[in-house]
């Protein structure tokens, strides 16, 4: 059984990962050099999710699909 803070983790990866494939290629590249889109980091915090755990998970979708290389 998964503890809270697992599913918390798991739930801000999986909203990252979802956020990263709408994110254009000027988007990516930005999160990349830890630049992140302003409109849609409000739309997460709006939505309840902790902003920071989201970039956190967003640099690691950046590093999975090529790290610093677009």
């Known amino acids: 059984m998964a503890t ?3 599913d918390d983790a798991n739930s801000h990866r999986a909203r990252a990962a979802s956020l990263w494939i709408k994110l254009d290629k000027n ?3 930005g999160v990349r050099f ?4 302003l409109r849609e980091m409000a739309m997460v915090e709006a939505e309840g999710f902790d902003p ?3 970039c956190v998970a ?6 999975t699909d090529g790290g610093m290389r677009d």
């Open 4 to 6: 809270k803070q697992e």
């Open 27 to 29: 988007q990516k590249a």
């Open 34 to 37: 830890g630049i992140f889109p």
């Open 52 to 54: 920071h755990a989201v």
């Open 58 to 63: 967003l640099m690691d979708c950046a590093k």
